[in-house]
T-cell receptor, first 114, second 111 residues
Framework: SQTIHQWPATLVQPVGSPLSLECTVE??????LYWYRQAAGRGLQLLFY??????ISSEVPQNLSASRPQDRQFILSSKKLLLSDSGFYLC?????????????FGEGSWLTVV | DQQVKQNSPSLSVQEGRISILNCDYT??????FLWYKKYPAEGPTFLIS?????DKNEDGRFTVFLNKSAKHLSLHIVPSQPGDSAVYFC??????????FGTGTRLKVLA
């Protein structure tokens, strides 16, 4: 069966510090990969998605970047965090080229920028 | 542009009664819609989905209705149980990879 893991689960970082959140998927190959953020009152906002290694699409202009160095690895990064980057970050995957397929989420990472 | 909207941020329902959660969308290119349930500090979990070519899909206590002309879908939970208390998100997907979620509705089922 397929599993998705992301880490760390909780992170408290000072303003201006770097960020790296990691996500890996097991049990499938060539998944679509996603980073979402849940901020207070904002629902689940799509930040990035990737349909293949090195292929990253950004949905909103922001202080964050994403990379996909391996087929089942997705990394969310920032060089200098802002207070507004605080939120609950969710990695997710879906099967590539399967219309209407379920998207599966990781456990989430709480980021507090202080 | 908020392509998927859930205009009710919260809903309270008595245990055993019906819960109706609503969702509106603007993107006519969505070909599937999905509902997810989320507890605090956890990732959302899949509940039920519906293709844009259907108007109803049922799975146990959960039924999703789609009205394409109104660009509206709803999730019915019957009977509601205290364990259903959570935040519910609807999502639309066009093509094979771009899932757009709404802002969520917090459901509270009162015992």
């Amino acid at each position: 069966s397929q599993t998705i893991h992301q880490w760390p689960a909780t992170l408290v970082q000072p303003v201006g510090s770097p960020l790296s959140l990691e996500c890996t998927v097991e049990g499938t190959s060539n998944p679509n990969l996603y980073w979402y953020r849940q901020a207070a009152g904002r629902g689940l906002q799509l930040l990035f998605y990737s349909v293949g290694i090195g292929q990253i699409s950004s949905e909103v202009p922001q202080n964050l970047s994403a990379s996909r160095p391996q087929d089942r690895q997705f990394i969310l990064s920032s060089k200098k965090l802002l207070l507004s980057d605080s939120g609950f970050y969710l990695c997710a995957w879906s099967k590539i080229r399967v219309s209407g397929n379920t998207i599966y989420f990781g456990e989430g990472s709480w980021l507090t920028v202080v | 542009d908020q392509q998927v909207k859930q205009n009710s941020p919260s809903l309270s329902v008595q245990e055993g009664r019906i819960s109706i959660l609503n969702c509106d969308y603007t993107n006519s290119m969505f070909d599937y819609f999905l509902w997810y349930k989320k507890y605090p500090a956890e990732g959302p979990t899949f509940l039920i989905s519906i293709s844009s070519i259907k108007d109803k899909n049922e799975d146990g206590r959960f039924t999703v209705f789609l009205n394409k002309s109104a660009k509206h879908l709803s999730l019915h939970i019957v009977p509601s149980q205290p364990g259903d208390s959570a935040v519910y998100f609807c999502a639309g997907v066009s093509g094979t990879y771009k899932y757009i979620f709404g802002t969520g509705t917090r459901l509270k089922v009162l015992a």
